[in-house]
Each structure stands twice: as structure tokens, then as C-alpha cells.
């Protein structure tokens, strides 16, 4: 995905597509089941390659005045290899910008902020531990059911995008705030008959939505003095990034992702760069001298005469 779609996602409209565009999106929203947001997401990329292949983007002093829909999408339907070669090139000359990422500090701050004195805070808590300890997607968060959570074992069964389920462990502290939110659950009901049904409820015990926790998660950033910028999907780029920074394997924060392609998981080894280079220049004896000596014998070595064949 293009990395300036994000600030353009908001920006997208129904209006924004040409037919084809659209229809393509329907299928993605409505047979391959992907989140409103990844939906938005491909319509933005596709109006920017639409405005590359009408010239009104990427092609200089040939830039064109807009076509109409129906030609852009015989445009869609003709364009050839190379044309795709081009576009992506053009992107490759803009400015790339990497996801937020909290340090071990700010997350510290963020997760001890809601406390668990109270069943509401109780669940906030533990919706911060868990998108933290599982690197779950917000839509994902709130589509746990009850029967999804083991907490002897300590995994979570995540419903995907596209619908595939996949298994995530969870840490104790991500454990511990869950058994707590439980508690008041338990003790606010009259009967005592097994809860069942979403994990995480509002006040009025319907299921949260995406937009609840991100409304938490705003409050809870103010009174922690945090970056007001940081959103949920910030606490899966730290997730993605402290695991890299520790050792985890790529192939593994992949898995617990839930990507389908380990490319889209590479944008989080740029983040752990400087980490690496701190860690060359303390353990590397080399990593601080200004350059490597040469002897003087390197820099005019002996002539020794060819011996005769």
C-alpha cells in the first residue's frame, strides 16, 4: 500500500470512484469480508493510479486536464505491465513515511493510566493490555467473543481479515487485567449463569465499537500526556516493533500479525534500524574509530620480482 494513503483515507468518497473502481471495492467489502478501513485504504491507492493513468499525476509537463469515468476505466482495463512499472517507480520517488511507534516508557504510562478501580476502567485496562500484548487490530479487538479467550493457556482466537481465524498468545499483565474487567462482570450480574457473548461491552452491555475505543483511547492519551496522534493501531506498530527489537524473527511477527505477505511486515525492520546501529557501535570494537588504520606497509607493500617460469 501506498504510505501517503493513510492521510487520504478519511478524504475518499462513494463520489471519488469510477464504476469499476467501485465494483471492485464492493467485492472486496461484501464476498472477500475486508474491514471498512483496508476497503477505503485500496480506494484511495486506486484513485491515485487513476490520476497517474488520466497524466494529472507523475508525468510532468504531459500533465492533462480529467477524463471522464468511462474513460478512465477503459484505461483500467488496457493498461499494460509497464504501465504499472511506472506508476510504482513514481511512488518509489515520494517521501516514505514510517508508522508511529511508542517506546517502552510511553506504553508504560498509557497502559497504567486507566487503572481498574471500577468495571469501566477495569475494561479499558484491559483493552489497552490486550491490543498491546496480541498486536490485534482494533476491528479484530472487538470482535472477541468470550468463547475466543483461553487464559489458562494464554491465547486469543482472532477473526482475520477475509474471515481466517488465527491463534495469538497474550502476556500475563494482558491476563491479569482481563481476570480483573471478569470479576466486575461477574459481580454485576443477578444470576450466576456463564457470561457469554462479546468480551468487551459499554456501559449499556452492547458490544463496543471501533470508534468507543478509539474515543478511550483518546482520553486515556490526554490525561497521560501523551501524543494526542497516537491512534489504537499505533499500540500494533509498537507490539510489532519491541518484538523485532528483542530478537523475534520476522516470519513469526508475520504469523502473529496475521499478514498474508511477509512484505508488509518489512516496513517494521526500518524501524528497528537505529536499534540495531546502537547495538553495532556498543559491541563492535571497530564501530567508534573514526576509520581503520592502514600500516604503512599496506600502503606501499614490498616489490618482489616475478620469478622466472
Do not use: W
Request: net charge positive; hydrophobic share 35%; with cysteine.
Amino acid at each position: 500500500m501506498n504510505p501517503q494513503s493513510d492521510a487520504s483515507v478519511s478524504a475518499v468518497t462513494e463520489k471519488s470512484f469510477s464504476p469499476l473502481v467501485r465494483q471492485f471495492l464492493d467485492y472486496l467489502k461484501l464476498e472477500r469480508h475486508f474491514s471498512d478501513y483496508t476497503v477505503k485504504s485500496y480506494g484511495a491507492d486506486l484513485i491515485q493510479f487513476g490520476q497517474f493513468m488520466s497524466h494529472a499525476i507523475g508525468h510532468g509537463s504531459q500533465n492533462a486536464g480529467p477524463i471522464s469515468d468511462a474513460e478512465l476505466d477503459r484505461r483500467h482495463l488496457a493498461v499494460e505491465p509497464l504501465a504499472i512499472r511506472e506508476f510504482l517507480a513514481y511512488l518509489y520517488k515520494q517521501e516514505k513515511r514510517l508508522p508511529k511507534c511508542l517506546d517502552l516508557d510511553q506504553i508504560q504510562k498509557l497502559l497504567d493510566t486507566p487503572g481498574d478501580a471500577d468495571i469501566l476502567s477495569a475494561r479499558d485496562k484491559a483493552m489497552l493490555e490486550v491490543l498491546y500484548s496480541s498486536g490485534i487490530r482494533v476491528s479484530e479487538l472487538v470482535e472477541l467473543d468470550l468463547a475466543d479467550i483461553d487464559l489458562q493457556e494464554g491465547v486469543l482466537r482472532v477473526k482475520g481479515k477475509g474471515r481466517k481465524d488465527r491463534l495469538t498468545p497474550i502476556g500475563s499483565q494482558a491476563i491479569k487485567a482481563l481476570q480483573k474487567y471478569f470479576e466486575f462482570r461477574t459481580a454485576e450480574r443477578q444470576n450466576h449463569e456463564p457470561m457469554t457473548g462479546r468480551v468487551f461491552l459499554n456501559k449499556h452491555g452492547g458490544s463496543l465499537s471501533t470508534r468507543s475505543v478509539r474515543r478511550k483511547l483518546d482520553k486515556y492519551l490526554v490525561a497521560a500526556g501523551l501524543d494526542p496522534g497516537i491512534s489504537p493501531h499505533t499500540l500494533r506498530h509498537s507490539f510489532a516493533t519491541h518484538l523485532l527489537n528483542n530478537g523475534a524473527d520476522l516470519r513469526s511477527v508475520q504469523e502473529l500479525l496475521g499478514h498474508q505477505s511477509l512484505s508488509t511486515t518489512q516496513v517494521y525492520t526500518h524501524l528497528t534500524t537505529n536499534r540495531v546501529k546502537q547495538v553495532y557501535d556498543q559491541a563492535h570494537p571497530r564501530a567508534n574509530a573514526p576509520s581503520v588504520p592502514h600500516p604503512a606497509s599496506a600502503q606501499n607493500p614490498p616489490y618482489y620480482p616475478a620469478k622466472a617460469g
